[in-house]
């Protein structure tokens, strides 16, 4: 079963979202806001799986509210507008709905987050077969100092060699350890325990510095915390 909220200005969005969360057998959709600051403190006082997120909100966007939160549940943007598909996948959006979706659209978002949550409870390898062309390579996660986003390829730099595989950053997420990685940037994800230095614009790895993007910042707290353990 999936805990989720909804967060919209507009309560007639609500309602869809109400309608639809009600047909999911496995979703359990706590409660609706129209007020986006009113949400913080249900989401610090309660265990939420997902959230469906208005992008476009009168005082503060999805977005914005995104980068404010301490800890993020799995998110499904929900807009009249396409433009921001981009920018809600930069962000690790699970997946994006384009109003009005219809009830399999909906539901198609909330299998994907099923699929996620499932992956992320059960007792994960410590490696992953990437596929590189037309074979797997066998991958643990602890050769991986960085990933950076190519085009529609990632680049894996390991101990030894780099890797390139399709797919895109928000694939790629899905499968890593969060405890282990965190996306700095829109085009790079890095391993916490291979950062040799960090300021509040960069990390160092391997020698290498990668910038801190300026929507991921307020990442660099909790990068501390864990290098720290």
């Known amino acids: 079963m999936l805990t989720a909220i909804a967060i919209d200005d507009e309560p007639r969005a609500l309602e869809v979202i109400e309608i639809h969360a009600a047909r999911v057998p496995f979703l359990d959709l706590k409660a609706t806001f129209t007020d986006a600051f009113e949400a913080i403190p249900y989401l610090q006082q309660n265990k ?16 914005e509210f995104i980068n404010i939160l301490q800890k993020v549940p799995m998110v499904v943007f929900t807009t009249a507008y396409s433009e921001y598909a981009v920018k809600g996948f930069e962000l690790d959006a699970i997946d994006y709905l384009l109003k009005p979706f219809s009830l399999a659209r909906f539901t198609k978002a ?11 409870k059960e007792a994960a390898p410590d490696f992953i077969f990437l596929k590189t062309g037309y074979e797997e390579e066998k991958v643990f996660f602890d050769d991986i100092l960085y990933i950076e986003a190519e085009g529609n390829y990632m680049s894996f730099i390991l101990k030894n060699k780099k890797l390139l595989s399709r797919q895109n950053i928000s694939e790629t997420l899905s499968f890593l350890p969060p405890n282990q990685f965190v996306r700095i940037h829109r ?24 910038s801190v993007g300026a929507s991921y910042e307020d990442r660099l707290p909790e990068i501390r915390e864990k290098l720290k353990s």
Not at 48 to 63: E, N, Q
Not at 110 to 120: G, H, P, R, V, Y
Not at 201 to 206: E, F, N, S, T
Request: glycine share 4%.
């Open 187 to 210: 085009s790079y994800i890095v391993a916490i325990n291979k950062i040799q230095k960090i300021t509040r614009q960069a990390v160092w790895i391997a020698g290498k510095e990668i």
């Open 48 to 63: 939420i799986d997902l959230l469906f997120l208005d992008i476009k909100m009168p005082d503060i966007s999805g977005i």
């Open 110 to 120: 909330c299998n994907k987050a099923l699929e996620i949550s499932q992956f992320t």
